[in-house]
């Protein structure tokens, strides 16, 4: 599999809830050079309702290795990266519509749309994958890494 898209995975109720909440249950973090700062959330109920409502999307027992919301703005977006050997089945969501710009790319070549409630996944380790800039608006989108249980360097 090199990526799935699932349209309106998602359903637009728990977009709400996570986007009204994660910057009260999370914390902002800073990692790389990237354009935005994600919001990791911290283990609580609403972390937890996240984890079970993705995890029949992973096709094994996992263990999450980083749950973010990123916000991005006008001129923001995601240069092209792997995620290391942090993600064997990487997870992303648009929490969100408003927005232009702002679409997932994968391998620079591949544009992707992504609607409130659309999620992407793939293996986030092997797949160059970022995104564009947004031109007009806020993109939130949730990402969460996972790795196989017992296994956390299988890249």
């Known amino acids: 599999m090199e990526y799935k898209v699932y349209k309106n995975f998602?359903?637009?109720?728990?977009?709400?809830?996570i986007v009204s909440k994660y910057k009260n249950e999370g914390y902002e973090d800073i990692r790389g050079e990237w354009d935005t700062y994600p919001y990791t959330l911290n283990k609580g109920p609403l972390y937890t309702k996240i984890l079970e409502f993705f995890s029949p999307l992973v096709p094994w027992k996992f263990n999450e290795r980083w749950m973010n919301i990123n916000e991005y703005n006008i001129g923001e977006g995601l240069a092209h990266h792997r995620d290391a050997k942090a993600s064997n089945y990487t997870i992303i969501s648009a929490l969100n519509d408003g927005y232009t710009g702002g679409r997932f790319v994968i391998e620079k070549k591949t544009y992707i749309e992504l609607d409130k409630g659309d999620t992407i996944v793939l293996n986030g380790g092997k797949i160059l994958h970022g995104v564009?800039?947004?031109?007009?608006?806020?993109?939130?989108?949730?990402?969460?890494?996972t790795v196989p249980q017992g296994n956390n360097s299988l890249l």
């Open 10 to 17: 998602v359903p637009n109720d728990l977009c709400d809830e």
């Open 132 to 145: 564009e800039k947004v031109s007009n608006g806020s993109r939130i989108a949730l990402n969460l890494w």
